[in-house]
């Protein structure tokens, strides 16, 4: 059955330090892979996608993040992190189904960036 | 400007009082869905519609009901709200031949006293 685990559900971090938000699925077949964040009060938005090719997607803000195949794994990471980034992230997988498609959506893990 | 409408952003409501979320995108798309945001639970699907008129249940459907009578719109229905749908709702939509990508409107939040 397809899930999402994203093993963190809060992440402090200091501004202009590295961040990962890390983020497992299982599936059954060939999914695609997503990270959408939720700004305080906002729906959310797009923030990178994998659909095949190169394992490492780079997507808006600085935001990149890394499919492993093997590990069922899309970690997302930056380099360098601003206070504009404390939002929630979701990891979420969307896998083909007669007709269309399933996503299902990991728990979010809530990033704050400290001053 | 492509987007996804939902109204109302807030509303609080008593137990027993029905009351629907309308949901409207621009951009053609035929697959929308319904989603509830509970802390520490993600977001879960409510119902989704693949077209006009073809509307299936998500994994919690219980306590409501949807409508696709018109392609831009998919409105949520709760007949008889109960304080366990308090919660911070979701509209989005997708075209059907793609990835999967969600787009999403801004949010209901629906408190059931």
């Known amino acids: 059955a397809q899930s999402v685990t994203q093993l963190d559900s809060q992440v402090p971090v200091f501004e202009e330090a590295p961040v990962e938000l890390r983020c497992n699925y299982s599936?059954?077949?060939?999914?695609?892979l997503f990270w959408y964040v939720q700004y305080p009060n906002q729906g959310l938005q797009l923030l990178l996608k994998y659909l095949s090719g190169s394992t490492l997607v780079k997507g808006i803000n600085g935001f990149e993040a890394e499919f492993n195949k093997s590990q069922t794994s899309f970690h997302l990471r930056k380099p360098s992190v601003h206070i504009s980034d404390t939002a929630e992230y979701f990891c979420a997988v969307s896998e083909g189904r007669p007709g269309g498609f399933k996503t299902i959506f990991g728990a979010g893990t809530r990033l704050f960036v400290k001053a | 400007e492509a987007q996804v409408t939902q109204n109302p952003r807030y509303l609080i409501t008593v137990t027993g009082k029905k009351l629907t979320v309308t949901c409207s995108q621009n951009?053609?798309?035929?697959?929308m869905s319904w989603y509830r945001q509970d802390p520490g639970l993600g977001l879960r699907q409510i119902y989704y519609s693949m077209n006009v008129e073809v509307t299936d249940k998500g994994d919690v459907p219980e306590g409501y009901k949807v409508s696709r009578k018109e392609k831009r719109n998919f409105p949520l229905i709760l007949e008889s709200p109960s304080p366990n749908q308090t919660s911070l709702y979701f509209c989005?939509?997708?075209?059907?031949?793609?990835?999967?990508?969600?787009?999403f409107g801004e949010g209901s939040r629906l408190t059931v006293l």
């Open positions: 989005a939509s997708s075209p059907l031949g793609g990835t999967g990508e969600l787009f």
């Open positions: 599936s059954s077949v060939s999914v695609y």
């Open positions: 951009m053609n798309h035929e697959y």
